[in-house]
């Protein structure tokens, strides 16, 4: 009998997070652990983490940091998710945090009030879940007697990803409409 469908699902902690190095990643180092928002909390420990990273990597090192973080990220998400027995739980961040890295890496560098405009586009892609974010997210969904898997651990980043690139589309419309108007 496969235990990730039967057993009840667990609540994440301090203690789960720090019993297993998937759980302390895909739980975003503890901001996943916010008793409200975690997604929003998680976004702005990555906002934070882009910010001090970004001292030290250049574009290939950003490059090969958010590869790395979505392959290490699709184990870690697919791993807590097992353990929690919920195959997309709000707790996991690190999709929130590797898909904001995106966003940032691509805007930067931007002011401070650019910076907070693109959390709040991708704030509203990644809760609201409009058509294209939806599509993702229900792609992976987990499949009725289907056990958690790699297939879930990706759908946990990808509808994030969707997220990132239709905030990308937005900001890069809005730059262009702000230019144009004040070019006018």
């Not at 001090?52 to 998400?77: E, H, K, M």
């Not at 405009?117 to 990644?126: I, K, L, N, P, S």
């Amino acid at each position: 009998m496969d235990t990730s469908l039967a057993s009840p699902p667990t609540r994440p902690s301090a203690r789960f997070m720090l019993r297993d190095p998937a759980h302390a990643i895909a739980l975003g180092f503890g901001s996943g652990l916010s008793p409200k928002a975690p997604g929003t909390v998680g976004t702005l420990w990555g906002w934070v983490s882009f910010l001090v990273l970004d001292r030290w990597l250049d574009t290939a090192g950003w490059a090969v940091l958010i590869v790395l973080a979505l392959v290490l990220g699709q184990w870690a998400c697919t791993r807590t998710a097992r353990h929690l027995g919920i195959a997309d739980p709000g707790a996991i961040v690190w999709d929130e945090i590797v898909a904001f890295w995106i966003v940032l890496w691509v805007v930067m560098p931007a002011p401070w009030w650019v910076q907070l405009v693109a959390f709040g586009f991708f704030r509203y892609f990644d809760a609201a879940k409009p058509a294209p974010v939806a599509w993702a997210d229900q792609r992976f969904k987990r499949r009725p007697g289907e056990a958690i898997g790699h297939r879930q651990g990706f759908g946990i980043l990808f509808d994030d990803l969707v997220a990132a690139l239709c905030t990308l589309v937005l900001m890069a419309v809005w730059i262009v409409l702000t230019r144009a108007l004040w070019s006018s």
